[in-house]
């Protein structure tokens, strides 16, 4: 699991070099997939259930699932990538949201804020904590900045399969649910909106949008839990 979530910091890393304004979302896939290839990896989103590319790519109201394509991204958008990659057998998983140039106070702050929420949640996680705790950090965080906490999507256990028990939540109530052992791995990946947390899903059966059309950020990261800590597999190591 450690290669596969390098693989995935890898992608992530070149998607976030190669990211301005002018390129299509199918840009940032082909992107992906070039870096991919360097490695004995396999994409782990490509045909799961029956999703049609390698990395998902989701544009400011959008929240996640969103399918690239020929869509132009501009000065000022928010994109979030998801990218997932499989070697021997093992998943890595996760997300950013990228500036795409110049964007608003409120975008950068959103990005920031998202991005904290994870970082809270993280340091939550070792052996004996529990699901809640994590919940309650993310939504603590997110909500007393007045942020939006997305309910129908959560984090997951990973390991031999993409998504795997326990579910994640990014809300809920320390000391509740499920406790984390070590070795468990997990992805933690809080969805936070500028404005209502309620979301809905386009036609195409994929695209996840806020139900308001506000904006949305996502950042995500795959884990094992220790006895003292998090290892973050997804984060890039030199
Ligand atoms: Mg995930």
Request: charged residues 25%; proline residues 3%; glycine residues 12%.
């Amino acid at each position: 699991m450690r290669q596969a979530g390098q693989v995935v910091a890898r992608m992530i890393a070149a998607i976030t070099r190669a990211v301005e304004p002018g390129m299509t979302t199918q840009d940032l896939n082909d992107v992906a997939v070039q870096e991919l290839s360097k490695h004995d990896a396999k994409p782990a989103f490509l045909g799961y259930l029956g999703f049609p590319a390698t990395i998902c790519t989701s544009v400011n109201e959008e929240i996640v699932h969103g399918i690239p394509g020929s869509r132009v991204l501009k000065e000022g958008d928010l994109v979030k990538c998801d990218v997932g990659a499989i070697v021997d057998g093992l998943h890595g998983d996760a997300a950013v949201t990228l500036p795409v140039g110049k964007v608003s106070d409120e975008a950068l702050k959103l990005i920031e804020a998202t991005r904290e929420s994870l970082n809270e949640a993280i340091a939550q996680v070792r052996a004996g904590a529990r699901l809640g705790d994590i919940g309650e950090a993310v939504q603590k965080y997110a909500e007393g900045r007045g942020y939006g906490v997305v309910r129908e999507y959560v984090g997951h256990g990973i390991g031999r399969r993409l998504h795997e028990e326990p579910q994640v939540p990014n809300y809920g109530v320390a000391g509740r649910g499920q406790m984390l052992r070590a070795g468990m791995a997990i992805a933690i990946e809080p969805m936070l909106n500028v404005g209502t947390w309620r979301t809905r899903t386009l036609e195409d059966g994929w695209t996840v949008v806020t139900a308001d059309g506000r904006l949305s950020a996502h950042f995500e990261h795959t884990m094992a839990v220790g006895e003292d800590g998090a290892e973050v597999m997804t984060r890039l190591r030199e």
